[in-house]
Protein backbone atom coordinates (compact mmCIF):
# COMPACT_ATOMS: atom_id res chain seq x y z
CA UNK A 1 0.00 0.00 0.00
CA UNK A 2 3.06 2.20 1.15
CA UNK A 3 4.18 1.89 -2.72
CA UNK A 4 1.10 2.71 -4.36
CA UNK A 5 1.16 5.93 -2.44
CA UNK A 6 4.40 6.80 -3.35
CA UNK A 7 3.79 5.99 -6.91
CA UNK A 8 0.52 8.34 -6.97
CA UNK A 9 2.27 11.04 -5.50
CA UNK A 10 4.92 11.45 -7.97
CA UNK A 11 2.70 10.84 -10.55
CA UNK A 12 0.78 14.33 -9.43
CA UNK A 13 4.21 16.20 -8.89
CA UNK A 14 5.26 14.97 -12.28
CA UNK A 15 1.90 15.66 -14.52
CA UNK A 16 2.18 19.31 -14.63
CA UNK A 17 5.28 18.56 -16.68
CA UNK A 18 3.47 16.41 -19.08
CA UNK A 19 -0.03 18.01 -19.31
CA UNK A 20 -1.71 20.47 -21.46
CA UNK A 21 -2.91 23.41 -18.92
CA UNK A 22 -6.54 23.06 -19.70
CA UNK A 23 -6.34 19.74 -18.40
CA UNK A 24 -4.03 20.56 -15.59
CA UNK A 25 -6.38 23.41 -14.36
CA UNK A 26 -9.10 20.49 -14.39
CA UNK A 27 -7.24 17.62 -12.39
CA UNK A 28 -6.71 20.73 -10.22
CA UNK A 29 -10.38 21.23 -9.49
CA UNK A 30 -10.56 17.44 -9.23
CA UNK A 31 -8.37 17.73 -6.38
CA UNK A 32 -11.08 19.91 -4.68
CA UNK A 33 -13.76 18.11 -5.38
CA UNK A 34 -12.27 15.14 -3.80
CA UNK A 35 -11.06 17.02 -0.39
CA UNK A 36 -15.26 17.53 -0.51
CA UNK A 37 -16.48 13.43 -1.40
CA UNK A 38 -13.52 12.35 1.34
CA UNK A 39 -14.68 14.58 3.91
CA UNK A 40 -18.16 13.58 3.12
CA UNK A 41 -16.82 10.22 3.52
CA UNK A 42 -15.20 10.96 7.18
CA UNK A 43 -18.88 11.22 8.09
CA UNK A 44 -20.89 9.05 6.48
CA UNK A 45 -18.71 6.11 5.88
CA UNK A 46 -17.41 6.56 9.27
CA UNK A 47 -20.34 7.42 12.14
CA UNK A 48 -23.00 5.93 9.07
CA UNK A 49 -25.05 9.06 9.24
CA UNK A 50 -26.56 9.95 5.94
CA UNK A 51 -25.47 13.52 5.31
CA UNK A 52 -27.59 15.09 2.43
CA UNK A 53 -26.65 18.62 3.07
CA UNK A 54 -22.92 18.50 2.38
CA UNK A 55 -22.23 21.27 -0.44
CA UNK A 56 -24.30 23.39 2.38
CA UNK A 57 -21.18 23.85 3.77
CA UNK A 58 -19.05 23.77 0.28
CA UNK A 59 -21.07 26.77 -0.87
CA UNK A 60 -20.95 28.48 3.19
CA UNK A 61 -16.93 27.95 2.93
CA UNK A 62 -16.99 29.53 -0.56
CA UNK A 63 -19.13 32.58 -0.33
CA UNK A 64 -17.42 33.61 3.24
CA UNK A 65 -14.13 33.71 1.63
CA UNK A 66 -15.45 35.24 -1.32
CA UNK A 67 -16.39 38.14 0.91
CA UNK A 68 -14.29 38.03 2.75
CA UNK A 69 -11.60 39.04 -0.09
CA UNK A 70 -13.83 41.26 -2.08
CA UNK A 71 -13.42 44.69 -0.59
CA UNK A 72 -16.37 46.28 -3.26
CA UNK A 73 -18.74 44.17 -1.15
CA UNK A 74 -17.84 43.96 2.33
CA UNK A 75 -15.10 46.34 2.93
CA UNK A 76 -13.25 43.33 3.89
CA UNK A 77 -9.82 42.20 2.88
CA UNK A 78 -8.29 39.55 4.43
CA UNK A 79 -5.20 37.65 3.14
CA UNK A 80 -6.66 34.87 1.18
CA UNK A 81 -5.07 31.80 3.27
CA UNK A 82 -6.38 33.55 6.31
CA UNK A 83 -10.19 33.82 4.28
CA UNK A 84 -10.01 30.34 3.12
CA UNK A 85 -9.19 28.93 6.74
CA UNK A 86 -12.45 31.05 8.13
CA UNK A 87 -14.32 29.55 5.65
CA UNK A 88 -13.95 26.59 7.01
CA UNK A 89 -14.54 27.50 10.75
CA UNK A 90 -17.67 29.27 9.93
CA UNK A 91 -18.80 26.42 8.04
CA UNK A 92 -17.89 24.03 10.79
CA UNK A 93 -19.94 26.44 13.38
CA UNK A 94 -23.00 25.65 11.38
CA UNK A 95 -22.39 22.14 11.36
CA UNK A 96 -22.17 22.42 15.21
CA UNK A 97 -25.60 23.91 14.89
CA UNK A 98 -27.28 21.71 13.08
CA UNK A 99 -25.70 18.80 14.70
CA UNK A 100 -26.29 19.47 18.03
CA UNK A 101 -30.06 20.23 17.38
CA UNK A 102 -30.93 16.81 14.86
CA UNK A 103 -27.94 14.40 15.62
CA UNK A 104 -28.78 13.83 19.74
CA UNK A 105 -32.19 12.50 17.76
CA UNK A 106 -31.50 8.64 16.15
CA UNK A 107 -32.83 7.62 13.38
CA UNK A 108 -33.91 9.80 10.31
CA UNK A 109 -33.94 13.10 11.11
CA UNK A 110 -30.60 13.79 10.54
CA UNK A 111 -31.10 12.43 6.73
CA UNK A 112 -34.49 14.92 6.45
CA UNK A 113 -32.78 18.12 8.21
CA UNK A 114 -29.53 18.37 6.00
CA UNK A 115 -31.09 17.29 2.79
CA UNK A 116 -33.38 20.50 3.03
CA UNK A 117 -30.09 22.30 4.01
CA UNK A 118 -28.80 23.22 0.56
CA UNK A 119 -32.23 23.91 -0.82
CA UNK A 120 -32.46 26.53 2.03
CA UNK A 121 -29.08 28.02 1.85
CA UNK A 122 -29.17 28.43 -1.97
CA UNK A 123 -32.58 30.87 -1.18
CA UNK A 124 -29.66 33.23 0.59
CA UNK A 125 -28.28 33.93 -2.33
CA UNK A 126 -31.59 35.25 -3.91
CA UNK A 127 -32.94 37.16 -0.91
CA UNK A 128 -29.70 39.02 0.16
CA UNK A 129 -28.99 39.60 -3.95
CA UNK A 130 -26.95 42.71 -3.55
CA UNK A 131 -24.63 41.15 -1.27
CA UNK A 132 -24.29 37.60 -2.88
CA UNK A 133 -24.28 38.69 -6.09
CA UNK A 134 -28.07 36.38 -6.73
CA UNK A 135 -27.54 33.73 -9.90
CA UNK A 136 -24.29 35.36 -11.11
CA UNK A 137 -22.36 35.05 -8.24
CA UNK A 138 -19.55 38.07 -8.42
CA UNK A 139 -15.74 38.22 -8.68
CA UNK A 140 -13.27 38.23 -6.22
CA UNK A 141 -10.48 40.51 -6.38
CA UNK A 142 -7.25 39.80 -4.57
CA UNK A 143 -6.55 36.26 -4.88
CA UNK A 144 -3.21 34.21 -3.47
CA UNK A 145 -2.34 32.46 -7.05
CA UNK A 146 -2.64 33.60 -10.47
CA UNK A 147 -0.94 30.81 -12.84
CA UNK A 148 -2.48 27.27 -13.31
CA UNK A 149 0.44 25.49 -12.27
CA UNK A 150 0.87 27.27 -9.24
CA UNK A 151 -2.97 26.61 -8.14
CA UNK A 152 -2.46 23.07 -8.97
CA UNK A 153 0.11 22.69 -6.72
CA UNK A 154 -2.19 24.21 -3.82
CA UNK A 155 -4.73 22.43 -4.37
CA UNK A 156 -2.23 19.07 -4.78
CA UNK A 157 -0.83 20.24 -1.02
CA UNK A 158 -4.29 20.89 0.73
CA UNK A 159 -5.33 17.56 -0.73
CA UNK A 160 -2.63 15.32 0.89
CA UNK A 161 -2.50 17.68 4.09
CA UNK A 162 -6.52 17.25 4.48
CA UNK A 163 -6.43 13.48 3.96
CA UNK A 164 -2.95 13.02 5.91
CA UNK A 165 -5.33 14.84 9.03
CA UNK A 166 -8.49 12.55 8.49
CA UNK A 167 -6.60 9.36 7.93
CA UNK A 168 -4.85 10.02 11.42
CA UNK A 169 -8.20 11.13 13.04
CA UNK A 170 -9.93 7.73 11.40
CA UNK A 171 -6.81 5.63 12.65
CA UNK A 172 -7.02 7.29 16.09
CA UNK A 173 -8.94 6.39 19.28
CA UNK A 174 -11.46 9.46 18.16
CA UNK A 175 -11.71 7.29 14.69
CA UNK A 176 -12.44 3.61 16.30
CA UNK A 177 -15.32 5.34 18.67
CA UNK A 178 -16.62 6.54 15.13
CA UNK A 179 -16.83 3.06 13.93
CA UNK A 180 -18.21 1.93 16.75
CA UNK A 181 -21.30 4.66 16.59
CA UNK A 182 -21.97 3.56 12.84
CA UNK A 183 -22.10 -0.56 13.94
CA UNK A 184 -24.20 -0.71 16.76
CA UNK A 185 -25.01 2.73 18.32
CA UNK A 186 -26.59 1.08 21.26
CA UNK A 187 -23.25 -1.18 21.79
CA UNK A 188 -21.30 1.97 21.38
CA UNK A 189 -23.73 3.89 23.72
CA UNK A 190 -23.25 0.97 26.58
CA UNK A 191 -19.26 0.92 26.23
CA UNK A 192 -20.00 4.56 27.55
CA UNK A 193 -19.14 6.36 24.72
CA UNK A 194 -21.21 9.86 24.63
CA UNK A 195 -22.33 8.88 20.95
CA UNK A 196 -24.19 12.20 20.51
CA UNK A 197 -20.98 13.83 20.75
CA UNK A 198 -18.48 11.67 17.89
CA UNK A 199 -21.38 12.45 15.59
CA UNK A 200 -21.51 16.13 16.17
CA UNK A 201 -17.51 16.06 16.37
CA UNK A 202 -17.24 13.94 13.40
CA UNK A 203 -19.80 16.40 11.39
CA UNK A 204 -17.95 19.31 12.78
CA UNK A 205 -14.81 17.94 11.14
CA UNK A 206 -16.51 16.87 7.77
CA UNK A 207 -17.68 20.81 7.69
CA UNK A 208 -14.63 21.88 8.40
CA UNK A 209 -12.87 20.11 5.56
CA UNK A 210 -15.49 20.92 3.25
CA UNK A 211 -16.00 24.90 3.93
CA UNK A 212 -12.41 24.82 3.23
CA UNK A 213 -12.77 22.98 -0.38
CA UNK A 214 -15.54 25.70 -1.06
CA UNK A 215 -13.24 28.01 -0.12
CA UNK A 216 -10.46 26.73 -2.43
CA UNK A 217 -13.23 26.10 -5.36
CA UNK A 218 -13.48 30.36 -5.41
CA UNK A 219 -9.58 31.03 -4.82
CA UNK A 220 -9.18 28.67 -7.87
CA UNK A 221 -12.29 29.62 -10.36
CA UNK A 222 -11.95 33.62 -9.26
CA UNK A 223 -15.36 33.54 -9.01
CA UNK A 224 -18.71 32.11 -7.01
CA UNK A 225 -21.71 31.24 -7.42
CA UNK A 226 -25.09 29.73 -6.09
CA UNK A 227 -24.37 25.90 -8.28
CA UNK A 228 -21.91 25.33 -5.11
CA UNK A 229 -24.98 25.03 -2.97
CA UNK A 230 -26.63 22.89 -5.08
CA UNK A 231 -28.08 19.42 -5.33
CA UNK A 232 -26.04 17.93 -8.42
CA UNK A 233 -22.80 18.82 -6.55
CA UNK A 234 -24.05 16.63 -3.74
CA UNK A 235 -25.50 13.81 -5.72
CA UNK A 236 -21.97 14.36 -7.50
CA UNK A 237 -20.38 13.58 -4.06
CA UNK A 238 -22.14 10.73 -3.11
CA UNK A 239 -21.93 9.07 -6.41
CA UNK A 240 -18.09 9.61 -6.10
CA UNK A 241 -17.92 8.21 -2.32
CA UNK A 242 -20.50 5.23 -3.13
CA UNK A 243 -18.55 4.12 -6.77
CA UNK A 244 -15.27 4.49 -4.32
CA UNK A 245 -16.26 2.59 -1.48
CA UNK A 246 -17.75 4.48 1.79
CA UNK A 247 -15.64 4.16 5.12
CA UNK A 248 -12.53 4.03 3.25
CA UNK A 249 -10.97 7.23 2.61
CA UNK A 250 -8.87 6.35 -0.50
CA UNK A 251 -11.75 4.87 -2.35
CA UNK A 252 -13.00 8.01 -2.15
CA UNK A 253 -10.43 9.83 -3.17
CA UNK A 254 -10.19 8.19 -6.55
CA UNK A 255 -13.73 7.68 -6.97
CA UNK A 256 -13.64 11.61 -6.95
CA UNK A 257 -11.22 12.36 -9.24
CA UNK A 258 -12.41 9.79 -11.44
CA UNK A 259 -16.01 10.83 -11.48
CA UNK A 260 -14.79 14.43 -11.67
CA UNK A 261 -12.30 14.13 -14.92
CA UNK A 262 -15.18 11.64 -16.44
CA UNK A 263 -17.77 14.76 -16.14
CA UNK A 264 -15.75 17.57 -17.29
CA UNK A 265 -13.70 16.03 -20.10
CA UNK A 266 -15.26 12.73 -21.11
CA UNK A 267 -18.46 12.47 -20.63
CA UNK A 268 -19.36 15.15 -22.60
CA UNK A 269 -17.62 14.73 -25.62
CA UNK A 270 -19.24 10.59 -25.32
CA UNK A 271 -22.53 11.95 -25.53
CA UNK A 272 -22.15 14.41 -28.27
CA UNK A 273 -20.16 12.07 -30.42
CA UNK A 274 -22.98 9.12 -29.95
CA UNK A 275 -25.57 12.46 -30.65
CA UNK A 276 -27.98 11.31 -27.86
CA UNK A 277 -30.97 13.01 -26.42
CA UNK A 278 -29.75 13.11 -23.00
CA UNK A 279 -27.25 14.87 -20.74
CA UNK A 280 -24.33 13.96 -18.32
CA UNK A 281 -26.08 14.14 -15.63
CA UNK A 282 -28.64 11.85 -16.50
CA UNK A 283 -25.97 9.28 -17.15
CA UNK A 284 -24.38 10.01 -13.55
CA UNK A 285 -27.63 9.32 -12.02
CA UNK A 286 -28.76 6.32 -13.67
CA UNK A 287 -24.93 4.95 -12.59
CA UNK A 288 -25.66 6.23 -9.22
CA UNK A 289 -29.09 4.03 -8.83
CA UNK A 290 -26.98 0.98 -10.85
CA UNK A 291 -24.32 0.88 -8.31
CA UNK A 292 -26.17 1.77 -5.22
CA UNK A 293 -28.84 -1.10 -6.06
CA UNK A 294 -25.88 -3.76 -7.79
CA UNK A 295 -22.55 -2.52 -5.60
CA UNK A 296 -23.78 -1.36 -2.18
CA UNK A 297 -20.21 -1.72 -0.88
CA UNK A 298 -18.76 -0.25 -3.37
CA UNK A 299 -15.93 -0.34 -6.03
CA UNK A 300 -13.29 -0.68 -3.49
CA UNK A 301 -15.00 -3.51 -1.26
CA UNK A 302 -16.15 -5.64 -4.10
CA UNK A 303 -12.70 -5.48 -5.46
CA UNK A 304 -11.01 -5.89 -2.30
CA UNK A 305 -13.61 -9.12 -1.65
CA UNK A 306 -12.76 -10.80 -5.20
CA UNK A 307 -9.03 -10.60 -4.77
CA UNK A 308 -9.18 -11.80 -1.04
CA UNK A 309 -11.45 -14.60 -2.49
CA UNK A 310 -9.03 -15.51 -5.69
CA UNK A 311 -5.69 -15.60 -3.15
CA UNK A 312 -7.95 -17.81 -0.75
CA UNK A 313 -9.14 -20.10 -3.67
CA UNK A 314 -5.33 -19.93 -5.36
CA UNK A 315 -3.71 -21.28 -1.99
CA UNK A 316 -6.03 -24.20 -2.23
CA UNK B 1 -57.53 43.51 7.48
CA UNK B 2 -60.10 41.47 7.68
CA UNK B 3 -59.85 40.83 4.08
CA UNK B 4 -56.77 39.68 4.26
CA UNK B 5 -57.40 37.51 7.04
CA UNK B 6 -59.87 35.58 4.93
CA UNK B 7 -57.57 35.16 1.83
CA UNK B 8 -55.24 33.69 4.12
CA UNK B 9 -57.88 31.41 5.63
CA UNK B 10 -59.28 29.86 2.63
CA UNK B 11 -55.58 29.43 0.88
CA UNK B 12 -54.09 28.02 3.74
CA UNK B 13 -56.79 25.62 3.62
CA UNK B 14 -56.18 25.12 -0.29
CA UNK B 15 -52.40 24.87 0.05
CA UNK B 16 -52.99 22.53 3.00
CA UNK B 17 -55.23 20.33 1.62
CA UNK B 18 -52.49 19.95 -1.54
CA UNK B 19 -49.32 19.32 0.55
CA UNK B 20 -51.71 16.81 3.24
CA UNK B 21 -52.34 14.42 -0.10
CA UNK B 22 -48.34 14.82 -0.77
CA UNK B 23 -47.23 14.10 2.82
CA UNK B 24 -49.82 11.31 3.71
CA UNK B 25 -48.47 9.34 1.05
CA UNK B 26 -45.39 10.25 2.24
CA UNK B 27 -45.50 9.00 5.88
CA UNK B 28 -47.71 6.12 4.52
CA UNK B 29 -44.34 4.53 2.75
CA UNK B 30 -42.34 5.09 5.67
CA UNK B 31 -44.68 3.95 8.29
CA UNK B 32 -45.52 0.80 6.69
CA UNK B 33 -41.69 -0.25 4.77
CA UNK B 34 -39.47 2.41 6.73
CA UNK B 35 -38.58 3.94 3.21
CA UNK B 36 -37.72 7.34 3.37
CA UNK B 37 -38.93 8.01 -0.28
CA UNK B 38 -37.11 11.15 -1.61
CA UNK B 39 -38.83 10.68 -4.88
CA UNK B 40 -41.78 11.21 -4.02
CA UNK B 41 -41.88 14.66 -5.40
CA UNK B 42 -41.51 12.67 -9.05
CA UNK B 43 -45.08 11.43 -9.07
CA UNK B 44 -45.91 14.49 -8.20
CA UNK B 45 -44.52 16.67 -11.29
CA UNK B 46 -44.23 14.13 -13.51
CA UNK B 47 -48.21 13.75 -13.70
CA UNK B 48 -48.84 17.51 -13.88
CA UNK B 49 -46.23 17.17 -16.84
CA UNK B 50 -48.04 14.48 -18.07
CA UNK B 51 -51.43 16.13 -18.10
CA UNK B 52 -50.16 19.34 -19.25
CA UNK B 53 -48.79 17.49 -22.64
CA UNK B 54 -51.49 15.56 -23.20
CA UNK B 55 -54.31 18.85 -23.14
CA UNK B 56 -51.78 20.85 -25.11
CA UNK B 57 -51.97 17.77 -27.81
CA UNK B 58 -55.49 18.19 -27.76
CA UNK B 59 -57.00 15.08 -25.64
CA UNK B 60 -59.50 15.13 -23.23
CA UNK B 61 -58.96 16.93 -19.72
CA UNK B 62 -60.36 14.16 -17.77
CA UNK B 63 -58.16 11.21 -19.66
CA UNK B 64 -55.31 14.00 -19.13
CA UNK B 65 -55.45 13.60 -16.15
CA UNK B 66 -56.14 9.64 -15.70
CA UNK B 67 -53.07 9.25 -17.97
CA UNK B 68 -51.40 11.56 -15.52
CA UNK B 69 -52.44 9.42 -12.40
CA UNK B 70 -51.44 6.27 -14.05
CA UNK B 71 -47.90 7.56 -14.61
CA UNK B 72 -47.74 8.33 -10.83
CA UNK B 73 -49.04 4.93 -10.21
CA UNK B 74 -46.14 3.81 -12.91
CA UNK B 75 -43.52 5.62 -10.81
CA UNK B 76 -44.39 4.39 -7.54
CA UNK B 77 -43.56 1.02 -8.81
CA UNK B 78 -40.53 1.59 -10.35
CA UNK B 79 -39.78 3.35 -6.69
CA UNK B 80 -40.55 0.05 -5.16
CA UNK B 81 -38.14 -1.66 -7.57
CA UNK B 82 -35.47 0.03 -7.22
CA UNK B 83 -35.57 0.16 -3.23
CA UNK B 84 -36.60 -3.74 -3.42
CA UNK B 85 -32.96 -4.88 -3.30
CA UNK B 86 -31.52 -2.57 -1.29
CA UNK B 87 -34.56 -2.01 1.70
CA UNK B 88 -31.93 -3.24 4.40
CA UNK B 89 -29.64 -0.38 4.50
CA UNK B 90 -31.10 3.02 4.05
CA UNK B 91 -28.29 4.89 3.41
CA UNK B 92 -28.41 3.47 -0.07
CA UNK B 93 -32.70 3.39 -0.24
CA UNK B 94 -32.03 7.40 0.49
CA UNK B 95 -29.44 8.09 -2.37
CA UNK B 96 -30.78 5.63 -4.64
CA UNK B 97 -34.60 7.47 -4.53
CA UNK B 98 -32.92 10.78 -4.23
CA UNK B 99 -31.12 10.37 -7.61
CA UNK B 100 -34.18 8.95 -9.40
CA UNK B 101 -35.63 11.95 -8.47
CA UNK B 102 -33.17 14.03 -9.90
CA UNK B 103 -32.92 11.76 -13.12
CA UNK B 104 -36.73 12.66 -13.53
CA UNK B 105 -36.52 16.18 -13.01
CA UNK B 106 -33.63 16.25 -15.91
CA UNK B 107 -35.57 14.09 -18.24
CA UNK B 108 -38.63 16.58 -17.97
CA UNK B 109 -36.17 19.47 -17.24
CA UNK B 110 -34.84 18.51 -21.26
CA UNK B 111 -38.50 17.64 -22.25
CA UNK B 112 -40.14 20.59 -21.01
CA UNK B 113 -37.74 23.49 -20.27
CA UNK B 114 -37.42 25.16 -17.03
CA UNK B 115 -40.57 27.13 -17.33
CA UNK B 116 -43.34 26.63 -15.57
CA UNK B 117 -46.97 25.33 -17.02
CA UNK B 118 -50.38 24.86 -15.66
CA UNK B 119 -53.52 22.38 -16.61
CA UNK B 120 -56.76 23.61 -17.34
CA UNK B 121 -58.60 23.86 -14.56
CA UNK B 122 -61.38 21.58 -13.69
CA UNK B 123 -64.16 23.80 -13.17
CA UNK B 124 -63.73 28.16 -14.38
CA UNK B 125 -64.93 31.09 -12.56
CA UNK B 126 -64.75 33.13 -9.78
CA UNK B 127 -66.34 32.96 -6.27
CA UNK B 128 -66.63 35.87 -3.95
CA UNK B 129 -66.44 35.26 -0.31
CA UNK B 130 -66.36 38.13 2.34
CA UNK B 131 -64.73 40.38 -0.24
CA UNK B 132 -62.41 38.03 -1.28
CA UNK B 133 -62.51 36.66 -4.94
CA UNK B 134 -61.54 32.78 -4.98
CA UNK B 135 -61.69 30.69 -7.87
CA UNK B 136 -64.13 27.69 -8.29
CA UNK B 137 -60.88 25.74 -8.69
CA UNK B 138 -59.03 26.55 -5.29
CA UNK B 139 -62.22 25.46 -3.84
CA UNK B 140 -62.58 22.35 -5.60
CA UNK B 141 -59.36 21.55 -4.56
CA UNK B 142 -59.93 22.43 -1.37
CA UNK B 143 -63.07 19.66 -1.08
CA UNK B 144 -60.86 16.96 -3.50
CA UNK B 145 -58.25 16.98 -0.96
CA UNK B 146 -60.70 16.40 1.58
CA UNK B 147 -62.49 13.34 0.01
CA UNK B 148 -59.53 11.93 -0.76
CA UNK B 149 -58.06 12.10 2.45
CA UNK B 150 -60.93 11.13 4.53
CA UNK B 151 -61.33 7.72 1.82
CA UNK B 152 -57.58 7.09 2.84
CA UNK B 153 -58.14 7.24 6.25
CA UNK B 154 -61.67 4.89 6.07
CA UNK B 155 -59.25 2.67 4.11
CA UNK B 156 -56.65 2.16 6.26
CA UNK B 157 -59.14 2.08 9.47
CA UNK B 158 -61.96 0.44 8.24
CA UNK B 159 -61.42 -1.77 5.40
CA UNK B 160 -59.73 -5.40 5.83
CA UNK B 161 -57.12 -4.48 3.51
CA UNK B 162 -56.67 -1.24 5.05
CA UNK B 163 -56.10 -3.09 8.15
CA UNK B 164 -53.12 -5.73 6.91
CA UNK B 165 -51.37 -2.37 5.92
CA UNK B 166 -51.85 -1.30 8.95
CA UNK B 167 -50.81 -4.06 10.40
CA UNK B 168 -47.60 -3.96 8.86
CA UNK B 169 -47.22 -0.64 9.57
CA UNK B 170 -47.08 -1.87 13.58
CA UNK B 171 -45.11 -4.57 13.04
CA UNK B 172 -44.04 -6.36 9.39
CA UNK B 173 -42.75 -9.32 11.51
CA UNK B 174 -45.46 -9.76 12.99
CA UNK B 175 -47.72 -9.39 10.40
CA UNK B 176 -45.59 -11.74 7.96
CA UNK B 177 -46.60 -13.91 11.21
CA UNK B 178 -50.52 -13.77 10.52
CA UNK B 179 -49.80 -14.41 7.13
CA UNK B 180 -49.89 -11.16 5.55
CA UNK B 181 -48.11 -10.43 2.25
CA UNK B 182 -46.05 -7.74 2.96
CA UNK B 183 -44.09 -7.11 0.07
CA UNK B 184 -47.94 -7.06 -1.46
CA UNK B 185 -48.83 -4.19 1.05
CA UNK B 186 -45.64 -2.26 0.35
CA UNK B 187 -46.15 -2.52 -3.08
CA UNK B 188 -49.84 -1.39 -2.40
CA UNK B 189 -48.50 1.38 -0.59
CA UNK B 190 -46.10 2.48 -2.75
CA UNK B 191 -48.87 2.55 -5.99
CA UNK B 192 -51.50 5.08 -3.55
CA UNK B 193 -48.99 6.78 -2.07
CA UNK B 194 -47.67 7.82 -5.81
CA UNK B 195 -51.21 8.55 -7.24
CA UNK B 196 -52.61 10.64 -3.93
CA UNK B 197 -48.79 12.52 -5.32
CA UNK B 198 -50.09 12.48 -8.46
CA UNK B 199 -53.63 13.95 -7.91
CA UNK B 200 -51.95 16.72 -5.96
CA UNK B 201 -49.53 17.22 -8.58
CA UNK B 202 -52.50 18.10 -11.13
CA UNK B 203 -54.09 19.85 -9.15
CA UNK B 204 -51.58 22.07 -7.92
CA UNK B 205 -50.55 22.95 -11.50
CA UNK B 206 -54.35 23.66 -12.07
CA UNK B 207 -54.23 26.22 -9.34
CA UNK B 208 -50.10 27.62 -9.52
CA UNK B 209 -47.58 25.98 -12.18
CA UNK B 210 -45.55 23.55 -11.97
CA UNK B 211 -41.83 23.36 -13.24
CA UNK B 212 -39.21 20.80 -12.96
CA UNK B 213 -37.63 22.06 -9.77
CA UNK B 214 -41.07 21.42 -8.03
CA UNK B 215 -39.83 18.01 -7.48
CA UNK B 216 -37.50 18.71 -4.82
CA UNK B 217 -39.18 21.97 -3.20
CA UNK B 218 -41.86 19.54 -2.84
CA UNK B 219 -39.66 17.31 -0.19
CA UNK B 220 -39.19 20.46 2.13
CA UNK B 221 -42.71 21.03 2.96
CA UNK B 222 -43.32 17.20 3.02
CA UNK B 223 -40.18 16.68 5.46
CA UNK B 224 -41.64 19.45 7.61
CA UNK B 225 -45.66 18.15 7.80
CA UNK B 226 -43.90 14.63 8.66
CA UNK B 227 -41.94 16.17 11.27
CA UNK B 228 -44.33 18.35 12.83
CA UNK B 229 -46.84 15.71 12.53
CA UNK B 230 -44.22 12.75 13.69
CA UNK B 231 -42.89 10.45 11.26
CA UNK B 232 -45.04 7.52 10.27
CA UNK B 233 -48.09 8.95 12.13
CA UNK B 234 -51.13 9.47 9.06
CA UNK B 235 -53.45 11.60 11.43
CA UNK B 236 -50.37 13.55 12.59
CA UNK B 237 -49.75 14.16 9.21
CA UNK B 238 -53.02 15.40 7.47
CA UNK B 239 -52.64 17.90 10.60
CA UNK B 240 -49.98 18.75 10.54
CA UNK B 241 -50.61 19.73 6.79
CA UNK B 242 -52.80 22.25 7.63
CA UNK B 243 -50.52 23.87 10.12
CA UNK B 244 -47.91 24.18 7.46
CA UNK B 245 -50.02 25.39 4.96
CA UNK B 246 -51.22 28.14 7.14
CA UNK B 247 -47.34 28.97 7.86
CA UNK B 248 -46.79 29.13 4.11
CA UNK B 249 -49.36 31.40 3.17
CA UNK B 250 -49.00 33.52 6.01
CA UNK B 251 -45.05 33.77 5.31
CA UNK B 252 -46.10 34.44 1.74
CA UNK B 253 -48.32 37.01 2.05
CA UNK B 254 -46.04 38.74 4.98
CA UNK B 255 -42.66 38.38 4.12
CA UNK B 256 -42.71 36.85 0.08
CA UNK B 257 -42.22 33.59 -1.37
CA UNK B 258 -38.77 33.51 -1.19
CA UNK B 259 -38.54 33.45 2.59
CA UNK B 260 -40.81 30.12 2.63
CA UNK B 261 -38.01 27.72 2.81
CA UNK B 262 -36.02 29.49 5.26
CA UNK B 263 -39.25 29.75 7.80
CA UNK B 264 -39.89 25.83 6.54
CA UNK B 265 -36.37 25.01 7.78
CA UNK B 266 -37.03 27.06 11.20
CA UNK B 267 -40.22 25.44 11.94
CA UNK B 268 -38.70 22.29 11.45
CA UNK B 269 -35.96 23.08 14.11
CA UNK B 270 -37.99 24.43 16.26
CA UNK B 271 -39.84 21.10 16.34
CA UNK B 272 -36.86 19.00 16.92
CA UNK B 273 -35.69 21.49 19.47
CA UNK B 274 -39.11 21.28 21.37
CA UNK B 275 -40.75 18.46 20.58
CA UNK B 276 -38.45 15.82 18.88
CA UNK B 277 -41.39 13.41 18.46
CA UNK B 278 -43.81 15.54 16.49
CA UNK B 279 -47.16 16.82 17.68
CA UNK B 280 -48.89 13.84 17.45
CA UNK B 281 -46.10 11.12 17.53
CA UNK B 282 -45.35 8.45 19.02
CA UNK B 283 -42.06 7.06 20.51
CA UNK B 284 -40.83 4.22 18.63
Known amino acids: MRWVKGAALIVA ?21 ALM ?15 LGHTTFVGLGAYIAALLQTPLRTG ?10 TGG ?11 IITLRLRGY ?28 GFTIENTLFTTTLEKYCFSLVVLVASLFVMKKIVDSRIGLRFMAVRDSEELAESLGINTTRYKVLAFVLSSFFAGIAGAMVVNYRFTVSPELYGVPLMLLIILSAVLGGLGTLYGPLIGAIVIYLAKNWWLGDIIRALSLPINDEIVLYAILIAVGILMPEGLYHELKGRWVKSISSGEK | MIETLIKIFLFGAVVGGIWGLVASGFSLIFGVSRILNFAH ?20 LYFAVLAGLMLAAVIGVVVYALTKPVREREVMVIIVTLAFALLVQQILLILFGDRGVSVEPFVKGVAEIGGVKVTHMRLLSFVLAIICLT ?15 MATSQDSRAAMMVGIDIEKMFLLVMVLSSLLAGFAGILYAQIFAVNSEVSLRA ?10 GGLGSLRGSIAASFIVGYILVITITLLGARWSEFVMLLTIVAILVVKPTGLFGVEE
Open chain 2, 151 to 165: ALEVFITKTNLGKKV
Open chain 1, 37 to 51: VISWDLMVGYTGQVN
Open chain 1, 109 to 136: YFALVTAILPLVFMQTVFIWRELFGGEE
Open chain 1, 13 to 33: TVIPFILPEAYLYILGLAYIF
Open chain 1, 89 to 99: AAASAVGLVIG
Open chain 1, 76 to 85: IALHPAISIV
Open chain 2, 219 to 228: LIYAFAIVIL
Open chain 2, 41 to 60: GAAFVSSAFLAYALVNEGYS
